[in-house]
Structure formats: C-alpha cells, structure tokens
C-alpha cells in the first residue's frame, strides 16, 4: 500500500502536464469552430465534414508517433541516456515519411468530398479547406515526436505550456485571416486552414528549438540525425506505432457508425446522443492524461527491472483513474437535469439526455478502467492485443449487441448506449487482467 500511495502520487504529478497539454488541443478545436461559425452555416459545415475525414489520418499519426513514449520511459528507467538520440532519430524518421504520405493522400485527394453526397457550398468550400489543414499533418507529426519523446522521459511541461499558448496564437491568426485585419485579405474559412497550419508550424518549431538549445539534452541533439537509420530500433518503433494507430482508427470509425445508427432513428435522438456524448467526454482529457502518466511509469519500471515497481506503477495508475472516473459519474447523476440546458434548451432532446446521463455514469468507470489498462499495457510496449481486443469490443460485441437493443428489442437510443457500456466492460476487464497475468508473468522472470 505504501508502494502504491507513492505511485498514485508520482502519477498524478505526471498526469496534471499531460491532461493540460490534452486539452490545449481540444481548446484549439473549440475556438476554431466557435470563429469558423461567424462565416455562415456552409462555412461551419464544410469544416466539420472536413476535420471529420482529417481526424481519421490524424489519429492514425498520432498512434504512430505514441510509439516512443513507452520505449523512451524504458530506457530513462535503465539509465541509458545515449539511446535517447538514435530513439529519437529514427522516430523522426518514421513519423515525418508517415506525414508526408499523409499529406499527399489529404491533398491530392481532396476531390473525394464531391462524391459524398454532400450540398455544392459545403465541397466547394470544403476542398481548399481540406488541402490546407492536410499540409499540416506534417508539422503535426514533428511536433508530436518532440512531445512524445519529451513525455516519455518525464519531461512533460514544455510541451504542455507551447499547446496552451498555441491557442493565443490560433485565436490572433484566425481574426486577422478569415476576417481580413491588418491589411490581410479576408480569406474566410480558408483563412481558418491558414491560420491552423501557421500555429501547427510554430509549435513544432518552438519545441525543436527547446530540445535544440536546451542544456538538458545536448547529447541528444547531438546524436539525432536522419542518417542514423536503425533497423531494429525502427521495427521496435513500427510494432508499437503501427497497432497504436489502427487501434485509434478502430475506435474514430466504432463512433462514426454508430453516430449513423443513431440518426437513423431521429434528429431528436441523434442531438441528444451528441449532447450526452461531449458531456462524457468532458473528462476524457484527464483520462488521457492519466493514462499516457501509467505508461511512463511502468516503462521507467521495466527499464529499471523493478518488478514490484511494475506493478505497484500500473495499478495505481488504474486506480486513480477508476476513482476520478467514479466522482465524475456520481457528478454527472446529481447534475442530469440541469446539465443538459448548457447545450441546448428544446425539453425533448434534454429529457432524453437527461436519461441518457445516467447510462454515460456507467460508461465514464468502464472507460476509465479500459483507458488506464490499455495505458499500462503500453508501458510494457504490449499493444497488439489490446488493438485486437478493442476491435472485438466495439466491433463484434459492442455495435451488434446495440443494434439489436435498439431495432429488436426496442430499446432504442438507450440500447445502442448499452452497447457501447457493454463493450466498455468487455475491453476493461479483458485488458485489465491481461496486465495483472503479464505483470506477474515478468516478477517470475
């Protein structure tokens, strides 16, 4: 217990930078909708459609470049610092050919928004759009090494304070490009695509230039070169990166289609499902952080080839984020009345989401559980069965048992969110047991 108190508190001083640095992301994407939304209803369409399809390559990236964390952990775990640079070299190296390809798939195939069925406003403006912000796949990716690589060395906080104040600077960008100031063309919603890719380039430079002059890290910046090829350290990076990225996609695509079955039922519905779905997600930036926290931890464990650390690390890392999870939903069941008239004041959708709320509490522990689990695991870079066991949840259990609440059983709206709690148990407890086996399985070794 003494173990795990230390833990909870070492995670925890982890977790605060990640969560913030989480959410100055998520922040990014509210004021860009919120200014995008004075240019008109084809405007704010267009966008969403478009960072809809954006969202599918970028998380992939994002899961590719989640690769270092845990191997960068392991090796400040095992004190040794002079893999940090051919680490991180050949991260670059991976992440940076994975953007451009990216890139070239979003702008050369922009034109695929005409064929979605979608009004001649909304792809007329959309395809620019959607060429601009492609490009920024790139800086995206170089930002999200440094991150990453940063992150899994504990060094958290530069990171997060460049995130948080990116949004200062997307916020200045977007006025003055899509409304024209400071003798600026007026450039609407490609304005919003500039000014994006602007605030994307400037975070990866500022975090280049950290890591570039910083005292810290002159032996790392010394030993990172793209012509430090590594073959072994590349196939060890893609077996994380590569399952981390589809996992990622699996659960974008999991909630796309069952956003579709939901409208498939009604406007009523589907409004109330989004209200009650943000609200659910309010805390996933926390979640997030704790998670990426536990698989930092762990992975210093295993380099240290502390066995009871390994544990002791893992499992206060799902406590906490199973006991913040429980006070969220306790929150969300006192306040289900009330919160829903934050978004939106129609009596019909709040008396659905108002019900819905109380199935969204069970959902917030299992996710908590699944988050934490799946974060662990990746401390001890175990990430191809749970990419095939969160496939299996939403896929095979979660979406079918659903649909079957929903159009047989006539459960409607509320037994596709059953299914998705369904799911959620599945993957948390499949996931959760799997560290406990893989973490004794290591104390026998």
């Known amino acids: 217990m003494q173990n795990i108190k230390q833990n909870l508190k070492e995670t925890i001083k982890l977790a605060i930078p990640l969560s913030l ?14 200014m995008v939304g004075g240019l008109g209803a084809a405007s704010l369409a267009a966008a969403a459609l478009v960072n809809g399809i954006f969202a599918i390559l970028m998380v992939f990236g994002i899961g590719l470049s989640i690769a270092i964390t845990p191997l960068a952990a392991v090796e400040k775990g095992a004190k040794r610092t002079t893999e940090f640079g051919g680490l991180l070299s050949n991260s670059l190296l991976i992440n940076v050919t994975a953007a451009m390809i990216l890139a070239a798939i979003l702008f050369f195939g922009a034109g695929i928004l005409g064929y979605l069925n979608q009004p001649v406003e909304v792809v007329k403006a959309g395809i620019p759009y ?15 090494t440094y991150r990453q690589f940063l992150e899994g060395i504990s060094d958290a906080k530069p990171p997060m ?103 498939w039922i009604g406007t009523v519905e589907l409004a109330a499902h989004q209200v009650a779905l943000n609200l659910a997600s309010a805390t996933f930036m926390v979640m997030l952080g704790i998670s990426a926290a536990g698989t930092i931890r762990v992975g210093n464990a295993v380099g240290e080839k502390n066995n009871q650390k390994i544990r002791s690390a893992g499992f206060s890392s799902i406590i906490l984020c199973i006991s913040i999870m429980f006070v969220f939903a306790i ?20 008396k659905v989401v108002s019900k819905l709320i109380i199935i969204a509490a069970i959902f917030q522990i299992f996710d908590g559980l699944q988050a934490s689990s799946a974060g662990v695991l990746r401390g001890l870079t175990d990430v191809k069965f749970p990419m095939f066991v969160i496939f299996a949840a939403y896929w095979i259990i979660g979406i079918p048992f659903g649909a079957y609440l929903c159009f047989y059983a006539n459960f409607g709206l ?26 004794k399985d290591f104390v026998e070794e």
């Open 414 to 439: 509320y037994g596709i969110w059953i299914g998705i709690v369904a799911a959620l148990i599945f993957v948390g407890s499949v996931l959760f047991f799997r560290f406990n086996k893989l973490s």
């Open 130 to 144: 959607l060429k601009i912000i492609g490009i920024s796949i790139i800086p995206i990716m170089f930002f999200q």
């Open 331 to 350: 929150l969300l069941i006192i306040f289900k009345d009330l919160l829903p008239y934050a978004y939106i004041s129609d009596y019909k959708v709040v």
């Open 21 to 34: 640095g989480q959410f100055g992301h998520i922040l990014m994407g509210i004021v860009d909708t919120i």
């Open 161 to 263: 304070y460049i995130n948080l104040l990116a949004n200062l600077a997307n916020a200045f960008l977007n006025w003055v490009l899509i409304y024209g100031k400071f003798g600026f063309p007026e450039l609407g919603l490609n304005g919003a695509g500039l000014a994006t890719l602007c605030t994307r380039g400037l975070m990866a430079l500022s975090l280049y230039l950290y890591v570039r002059r910083s005292k810290k890290y002159i032996g790392v910046v010394s030993k990172t070169s793209f012509s430090s090829f590594d073959i072994t350290k590349i196939k060890k990076l893609l077996s994380i990166g590569l399952p981390s990225g589809l996992q990622l996609i699996t659960e974008v695509a999991a909630f796309s289609f069952i956003g579709i079955m939901i409208g």
